[in-house]
């Protein structure tokens, strides 16, 4: 569709579409003010309070097939180990790369 954009413009026309824009901005922005605020309360703030919560956690013990590496103290699977240094100490694959 051609427009003419030298023809003189109709005011009315013009605050009409700026009212309906505000308006839908508003209506828009409390939409997107209720997802976020339903995100954050699923995260819990570093120094937050949790002597009431329940930290249950199982330990598995090491496996004979694991190691500790000696750099970044990560258990790995022996398959990820890259070499020993000189004296006996597991190193992987990613702290020898």
């Known amino acids: 569709m ?7 413009r109709n005011k009315d026309e013009d605050e009409e579409s700026l009212q309906a824009l505000g308006k839908g901005a508003q209506n828009n922005s409390s939409d997107i003010d ?3 605020n339903a995100i954050a309360e699923d995260y819990e703030l570093p120094g937050a309070d949790l002597s ?5 956690v199982t330990v598995i013990p090491m496996q004979g097939d694991e190691f500790i590496c000696s750099e970044c103290f990560l258990v790995k ?9 000189a004296d006996g100490q597991p190193v992987c694959r990613e702290c020898a790369a």
Do not use: F, G, K, V
């Open 52 to 56: 009431n919560e329940d930290a249950s």
């Open 77 to 85: 699977h022996r398959s990820q180990l890259a070499h020993t240094t």
């Open 34 to 36: 209720d997802d976020e």
């Open 2 to 8: 051609a427009q003419d954009y030298d023809s003189p």
